[in-house]
Every structure is written in structure tokens, then in C-alpha cells.
């Protein structure tokens, strides 16, 4: 089938991969005109690094990644630890694959190595969808038309595809600020737990540091919160204050202030969300990653549910013809909006793995074998 995709970002690329491994044409539309080393991490997750492997691109990927040896929880002022989780050797043997924390640019470029020539179409965006006679259809920027089979919008969390599909819905400020940065890991002196992922939380769910490595360690990433009562700055990512998020967190443990002090700059950004939704298609269209399922970056899973929706959609349309693509997409949908919703409401609610907690229903989950629920 001639399959479209809105957005070049992991889903869409991952989706492309499975999708082309089936037989599939698939153009992907991407608004940049190139990709560049923008952005920092992309924490994956074992139950995301296992789809990855199946998409043939694991290997590759941990020739750059990073490997944390545990996932561990701090607390904000004495320092105690309250849970430790590892995610290297022990990950791999319970869930099949390790975790594994990668620089984005690294990611991108692994995915586009997987896919045939010339399927990305750089400095083309997607600004509406919308059925056709006998498939979907993508207008873009410069006014032409793409026709296909189906149509998957991948296009984020300021969708233009789900606009098209379900009206106007801004997402929703959530009175947080995240900052990040990155520093060479001897920036890092003496601080305990470079090599894995851990969280400090603080007093109130506002406040937190997370810290892990990238570039096979040699890299630190640093990622904080700030409350803050409205967004109204022009920019997705802007350049932040050093100062000031350290004076925001001059009460934390001395372990942990260090970890900012090693920081020579670092960005700020708004955090939205949306609520999740009942239906992410009508007919031979639907929705993927972001621009379904926007969430917080609190249980790391943004990029991973974006992954295991991009393996759950190729095997939903598995031997399908153009026909059969609105009840594919149904049976799609069907199977992965529970798991998304939970995913979205626990990231809000800030809690998970605190102070110790199943990790198995997220890092377990298998998107080659999960079921493909009935579509109701």
C-alpha cells in the first residue's frame, strides 16, 4: 500500500521502518530541512529497546548509547535512597532488553539508516488531512497534495493531522518549566551514581532532578522542573538562567545542588499536555506518538510509547489491503489507547517508582506479541 506519515521525529521514522519491512511505500513529510544534532536525550526504556530490536537497529544504537547500570530514587534533602531498580544485565534477563540512553540526533540517524532511500521528504509539513475518494489525503505547505492508502500523523503534540481529525484542542500548560543540559562527565567529579539513572525527588511534585549518562557515559544529562503560574514566551525551547535553577534548588542535598554546578548552561521549555483521548482515527487516518498521547517526561516514556505504537500499527496493518485500513486502524487504536491513557495519567501524578513499585507492566510489555485487541 502507499502509506503517508506526517513527521519525521522516532514514532514516525519507527513506523516507516516496520510499515517498509512489510512491503509498504511510505513517504514520511518532514517539516526541517535536515536533520542537526538539536535536542539532548531520549531515555529508552527496556520494553521500547526491545521493539527497536526487532525493527533490526539495536545493535547499532548501543554503539553510541549509553547502558545505566540502575534506576534509583533519592530524596531531595537527606539523600536517602528509596528505591533501586537495575536496568542493565538483570533488565535484560527479566524483560529481553536493557535500558539504554541515547542523545537524540543518534537515535534519528540509526532510524534513518533503516530506511530506503529517499523516504523522508524534508522542508515538506503537513498542515491538514483529510479523506478521500478512495484513500487519505496530506495537504502540504506548498499547496500540493499527497494521495495514499493511509495516513499516519506523527506530526506531534501541536498535530496538524489531529487538528484535521478532531477540531481545534490546545494543549493544556501544566505550570511547570523543565530545564536541561548537558555536561562532560568529568564535570562530574566525585558525584555518586554518574552511571545510572536517578531521580532526586523533592518536597512538593514540582520540584525534581533527574540525571543520566549518554555517549557511552562520557556525557551527563541533567533534566529539573520549576513551577511557574503561566507560559507566554514565543519558542518551544529557550535559553535558560544557570542561576536561577540553582537558586530554585539551593535546599537540596549537597549531592545533588553539585550536579546543577556542573551544568555551564542549560535550556528551558513549557510543559503541556493534553487528556487522553477515545479514538485516535477516522477512516483511513490516524494518529501516533505525541500527537495522540502527549505526556509529562516523569516516567521517561514519551519516546517509547511512540515506539511500541509505531510496532503495534505495522502489525496491525500486517497483510492488509486498502480496504481493510479503517478496521485495522480500529483494532490499532483498540490495543494501544488503555495502555497510553495509564501511561499519560501516571506520568502526571508523578509517583511511580518513588519508593519502589512494579515496574513490570511498563518495561515488560512486548509490542511484537501484545495482543491486537477487537476494535468496539
Known amino acids: 500500500m502507499k502509506i503517508g506519515i506526517a513527521g519525521g521525529g522516532v514514532g514516525g521514522m519507527a513506523a516507516a521502518i516496520a510499515l517498509q519491512k512489510q512491503g509498504h511505500d511510505v513517504t514520511i513529510f518532514e517539516r526541517a530541512r535536515a536533520f542537526g544534532r538539536i535536542g539532548a536525550d ?10 527497536l530490536d526487532g525493527l533490526g537497529i539495536g545493535e547499532l544504537l548501543r554503539t553510541t548509547a549509553a547502558r545505566p547500570e540502575y534506576r534509583i530514587s533519592r530524596t531531595w534533602d537527606t ?38 532511500e529517499n523516504t523522508i521528504r524534508f522542508a515538506s509539513q503537513v498542515i491538514a ?33 489531529r487538528h484535521s481529525l478532531f477540531g481545534e484542542d490546545h494543549p493544556r500548560f501544566t505550570g511547570l518549566v523543565s530545564y536541561r543540559a ?13 552511571d545510572s539513572f536517578t531521580k532526586w525527588w523533592g518536597p512538593t511534585p514540582e520540584r525534581q532532578i533527574v540525571t543520566f549518562p549518554l555517549n557511552l557515559g562520557s556525557e ?40 546543577l554546578d556542573a551544568c555551564e548552561s542549560v535550556t528551558r521549555s513549557a510543559l503541556h499536555v493534553r487528556e487522553p483521548m477515545q479514538l485516535w482515527s477516522k477512516g483511513r487516518i490516524t494518529l501516533l ?39 485495522a486502524f480500529k483494532h490499532y487504536e483498540a490495543a ?37 485487541s477487537e476494535s468496539t
Not at 154 to 159: L, M, N, R, T
Not at 225 to 244: N, R, S, V
Request: proline letters at 6%.
Open 79 to 116: 539523600g536517602e535512597e528509596t528505591s533501586r531498580l537495575p536496568m542493565s544485565t538483570a533488565a535484560e534477563e527479566r524483560y529481553g532488553a536493557p535500558q539504554l540512553t541515547i542523545h537524540r540526533a543518534d537515535l534519528l540517524a540509526a532510524l534513518e539508516n533503516a530506511l530506503t
Open 182 to 194: 548537558v555536561f562532560p562527565r568529568e564535570r562530574g567529579g566525585n558525584i555518586p551514581n554518574l
Open 42 to 51: 531520549v531515555n529508552l526504556t527496556p520494553n521500547a529497546v526491545h521493539a
Open 336 to 372: 494501544r489507547i488503555p495502555r497510553t491513557a495509564r501511561v499519560q495519567e501516571g506520568s502526571l501524578a508523578n509517583n511511580w517508582l518513588k519508593k519502589g513499585s512494579n515496574a513490570d507492566w511498563v518495561y515488560g510489555y512486548d509490542a511484537w506479541e501484545t495482543a491486537l
Open 129 to 161: 488531512a483529510e479523506e478521500g475518494g478512495s484513500g487519505a489525503v496530506a495537504i502540504l505547505s506548498d499547496g500540493t497534495r499527497f494521495e495514499g492508502d493511509a495516513l499516519i500523523g506523527a506530526d506531534g503534540i501541536h498535530s496538524a493531522v
Open 289 to 327: 506518538g505525541d500527537a495522540a498521547h502527549p505526556m509529562v517526561p516523569f516516567m521517561a516514556q514519551g519516546a517509547c510509547m511512540a515506539i511500541e505504537d509505531a510496532v503495534v500499527l505495522a502489525r496491525a496493518l500486517s497483510g492488509a489491503v486498502p480496504d481493510m485500513v479503517s478496521e
Open 220 to 259: 551527563i544529562f541533567v533534566f529539573a522542573t520549576t513551577p511557574q503560574d503561566d507560559w507566554a514566551e514565543e519558542g518551544w525551547t529557550l535559553p535558560g538562567d544557570i542561576g536561577e535553577l540553582r537558586e530554585a534548588y539551593a535546599d537540596f542535598h549537597p549531592e545533588a545542588r553539585a550536579l
